[in-house]
């Protein structure tokens, strides 16, 4: 990938490629504890959620064609947590590894920032998921607990680990 990818706000159309990336995740993964992949409609209704709060939803598009995604959501609904979001980021794993995830951390970073939210919280689905942690504590995040053997994926028992970043 000699050009970096464009990072820009999710489109419509983008849904079937959003849908695909995390579906891989969701079958084949343990970043996500879903075991079943949602549909393209069911992405769509996400987003719907994440923008209704003015929150960032953000894809990588290289050579026309979606290859990741992030987003920050409510860390929890309660008022007292509206200050505090949660992020995710995905690849289409193709194009791990190439410096793209962080470019959607950092572009979801910065838009919640200007937002005025104060808290980011990464939590991470399997403590053996070095590459988001790794990504995270890139962009500043700290590790701050694991909750251990919280999901039962493929039949093994899974950590979550928590990081956080003050904006």
Not at 39 to 48: A, F, K, N, P, Q
Not at 51 to 62: D, K, N, Q
Not at 109 to 118: L, Q, Y
């Amino acid at each position: 990938m000699a050009e970096a990818p464009l990072i820009r706000p999710a489109a419509r159309e983008d849904f079937a490629a959003i849908a695909a990336i995390y579906g891989h995740h969701v079958l084949h993964g343990t970043a996500s504890f879903e075991t079943e992949a949602p549909s393209i409609d069911e992405m769509r209704r996400r987003h719907s959620e994440v923008v209704r709060h003015r929150l960032p939803y953000v894809v990588a598009e290289w050579s026309g064609e979606v290859i990741g995604y992030a987003y920050a959501a409510q860390y929890r609904p309660r008022p007292a947590y509206r200050f505090t979001v949660e992020d995710s980021v995905y690849l289409r794993p193709d194009s791990v590894g190439r410096g793209i995830g962080r470019r959607l951390l950092d572009a979801v970073i910065d838009a919640c920032a200007d937002a005025g939210c104060k808290q980011m919280i990464a939590i991470i689905g399997d403590s053996r998921n070095t590459a988001s942690i790794r990504l995270h504590q890139s962009a500043g995040f700290e590790h701050v607990g694991i909750l251990r053997n919280v999901g039962l994926k493929f039949e093994r028992w899974l950590d979550t680990v928590i990081m956080q970043k003050p904006l």
